[in-house]
């Protein structure tokens, strides 16, 4: 045994001992030597087109793509044409689907309940609540996200996505953050909890929190479609209806471009106060084009991402339709516990230019984004007393077309500052369950997941109140 | 009629019929597969390819950030699959480096595929060598075949097996073309049939050399049975603290004392 440890003591030392007579640059002459033989063996097997026959149009694309004028500019056409398509070509779907499972499915579900006797109490829950919840989630949640998702995805493939780091990169750098902060954003862009676990590129801790902490700021794909509604029906409605849906789609486009701005801002103040430190190098490939396999990519972005969001949509607005048809229904002094929540806090919600309404869908919606946007609705019609709208009381409702969801909120007192103050808001809150709970595995810290929880909304909380103190000044006066 | 038999069952292609896609399915399995090689090349594709699960795949270098596990049968063996984060190099310290490199040296796998895009050879190479400075069962999968000849580059995989010494398939993992190959190749390589012998980097630094020569003859005293000495006095020479710390507890020779009792036991089989 004795005799073993000092064998291996005796090869330690020897390497020791001869690692100052090899000097201290042989890491750089191994490296070196690998270098050799790669390219001798490469030399041996490899026959290279004659030059300038072929690549050139890559590196043409490649210098408009990410060139220092026109990088930025393509950046918000790409993405603004992208939801032109999806706001387009939506609209139609979403009202087939509609009158498909509300119109029609729902009346007979309930004539079914009532020949067989259900209790009043379980057929509001079971029909009323958790499936119009789900009904309403579907078709407008589906129609916009089987548009983006493949039409993302395409970019995705063909090797858009990390063009857009490269030119975000040196952004991220001068804030004190790392590089690849951007490659872990644009991923953000499809779901923050996949972007957080995405953050196991950057090797410094700190430049990795950095990047977890402000991932929340890419809006993610159960973000998008609320977006997508509230700018179609009052920003695109401000504007005359063919400029409609250009418009429209340039204001989700500024919105995703100021959660890009946040991140950036956010990094910086991290990296300047808590966070202090260098930002590390790093080496960012440009990965070639490559045609994208449309069919398949069609496939993989039903698959793995529509069907994937839905479903989640799905699980999570079930539930939350029973707990609005609850606090819908039950009443305290007469007054429904929504209505009282609701008014209790709209004196609050008045100076962020929201109202109470969009407070509570909030709560309710902590587990998924995705169903805010029903939550709102079918609170709105309930605190409103709506009977001629929807089912009546605690009822998610469908409504066969935008203008009719227009209809509802502007009978809620909605305005274009609560509209914009929404969009707002949902870019800067919280994140959901599952990205919280991501942040809290990869961090491993109940600190910095309370930082990454309740910094969004805090920031969310002062922007609505600036924004609506200044509108309140210059366009109201 | 029995000659047409035999013709038929030593062709790949009648072979690619016999993979079964066993998904997450790894339980009993018979060898374990490694998957390396730099970002981007196609490796989560290949995976998919050969589990039949669907990891995300995407023109994104950096995507596989964890490890990720599949199953597949072929030829009546089972075999563990491990898609492994991309890399550079095995001579940095960042965390994903370290998951490959120590899986690649520790893991133990039967056979370490490497993926590498053929558009880009000289670089990826580099790799290449040093991972056949670790394991000597290696296969390489040079992927990304269409776009090479999209760019009119011609590589002649004969000669790159011979100079590297282990097997070269030339695939098109996005259309599953090379499969069949690539799993013959696998089974070859486990069951025997072909023998690597990897290209080993020879430096021109004499000193160096000499170092190298020294430092692994203590190690083979110790441990006779280790296949990849110059690299772990390299590695001694850098300083690399888990390879002092692997020599100091005897962790490197059980390692392959186990590989080697692996092996003895296929042998008397």
């Known amino acids: 045994m004795n005799n073993q440890d000092t064998n291996r003591e005796a090869i330690l030392s020897t390497a020791n ?36 026959e072929t690549v050139s149009w890559e590196k043409k694309i490649d210098r408009i793509l990410t060139s220092r004028y026109f990088g930025f500019p393509i950046m ?39 020949a067989i006797g259900l209790p009043f109490w379980l057929d509001g829950v079971l029909i009323d609540g958790a499936y119009l919840a789900m009904a309403w ?39 004190g953050a790392h590089g690849k902060q951007a490659l872990t954003m644009a991923m953000g862009f499809g779901c923050n909890a996949a972007g957080i676990i995405a953050t196991r590129v950057i090797d410094s801790p700190r430049e990795r929190l950095i990047a977890i902490i402000t991932n929340n700021f890419s809006l993610c794909n159960g973000r998008w479609p609320t977006q997508i509604l509230i700018a179609t029906i009052f920003i695109g409605a401000a504007v005359p209806a063919y400029l409609a849906g250009i418009v429209s789609a340039a204001a989700v486009v500024f919105i995703a471009v100021l959660g890009i701005v946040f991140s950036l801002i956010v990094s910086w103040g991290l990296s300047k106060s808590v966070l202090k430190g ?13 045609p994208p396999r449309i069919l398949q990519t069609l496939y993989t972005s039903l698959i793995d991402r529509t069907i994937f969001v839905l479903w989640r949509a799905i699980v999570f607005a079930i539930p939350a339709g029973v707990v609005i048809w609850l606090v819908g229904n039950i009443t305290i002094d007469g007054e429904t516990i929504a209505n009282l929540f609701i008014n209790w806090v709209n004196p609050f919600a008045f100076i962020l230019g929201l109202n109470g309404v969009i407070i509570l869908a909030y709560i309710i919606a902590i587990p998924a984004n995705e169903i805010v946007i029903p939550t709102v609705l079918m609170l709105t019609v309930m605190s409103l007393g709506l009977t001629d ?22 009978a809620g007192g909605w305005t274009l500052l609560t509209a914009i103050n929404l969009m707002l808001f949902s870019l800067l809150h919280n994140p959901c369950s599952t990205t919280i709970f991501t942040i809290y595995k990869e961090t491993k810290s109940v600190k910095w997941t309370l930082i990454a929880t309740f910094l969004p909304i805090v920031m969310g909380l002062i922007v609505t109140f600036f924004v609506t103190q200044i509108w309140r000044l210059i366009v109201q006066n | 009629m029995n000659l047409n038999q035999q013709n038929c069952e030593v062709c790949p292609v009648h072979n690619a019929g016999n993979l079964k896609r066993l998904g997450i399915d790894m339980k009993n399995f018979d060898f374990v597969v490694a998957l ?17 699960l669907k990891q995300h795949t995407g023109n994104w270098p950096g995507k596989t950030v964890t490890r990720a596990e599949g199953g597949f049968e072929y030829g009546n063996s089972k075999y563990k699959l491990v898609d492994l984060p991309g890399t550079y190099s095995l001579l940095s310290t960042s965390t994903d480096e370290e998951v490959a490199r120590d899986f690649i040296l520790f893991g133990q796998p039967d056979v370490t595929i490497i993926v590498a895009d053929a558009t880009r050879l000289e670089r990826n190479l580099n790799l290449v060598l040093q991972i056949l400075e670790i394991t000597d069962r290696a296969i390489l999968c040079l992927n990304l075949m269409d776009e090479a000849e999209r760019h009119k580059i011609k590589i002649d995989d004969r000669m790159l097996s011979k100079d590297l010494g282990i097997p070269v398939i030339p695939t098109i993992a996005r259309y599953n073309k090379g499969m069949s190959e690539l799993l013959y190749s696998i089974d070859e390589i486990v069951t025997g049939k072909y023998v690597c012998k990897p290209h080993r980097i020879k430096s021109k630094s004499r000193e160096l050399n000499f170092a190298v020569e020294k430092i692994g003859k203590k190690i083979l005293e110790e441990f006779p049975a280790l296949p990849n000495v110059n690299w772990v006095a390299l590695r001694l020479l850098e300083g690399d603290q888990s390879i002092i710390d692997s020599i100091r507890n005897g962790d490197l020779g059980k390692i392959y004392s186990v590989g080697q009792k692996k092996l003895e036991l296929e042998s008397a089989v």
């Open chain 1, 389 to 410: 709208v929807g089912a009546g009381s605690g009822v998610m409702f469908e409504l066969d077309s935008v203008t009719a969801t227009q209809d509802i909120l502007i």
């Open chain 1, 278 to 290: 260098e930002a590390s190098a790093f080496s960012l490939e440009l990965p070639p084009y490559r």
């Open chain 1, 137 to 175: 989630v579907i078709s407008v949640m589906l129609p916009p996200m089987a548009i983006f998702f493949p039409l993302f995805t395409l970019l995705e493939d063909f090797g858009y996505l990390p063009r857009v780091s490269f030119n975000m990169d040196s952004l991220y750098r001068r804030v």
């Open chain 2, 36 to 52: 390396a090689g730099n970002p981007n090349t196609g490796k989560s594709t290949v995976f998919n390819n050969l589990t039949g």
């Open chain 1, 76 to 114: 918000f056409l790409i993405l603004g044409v992208v939801f032109w398509l999806t706001i387009e070509g939506a609209n139609v779907p979403s009202g087939m689907l509609a009158s498909l499972l509300v119109d029609t499915v729902h009346p007979a579900l309930k004539s079914v309940a009532a």
């Open chain 1, 17 to 52: 001992n001869l690692r100052w007579e090899v000097g201290e640059n042989f890491h750089d002459t191994l490296m070196e030597s690998i270098y050799e033989n790669a390219s001798a063996i490469t030399k041996r097997a490899v026959t290279l087109p004659t030059k300038k």
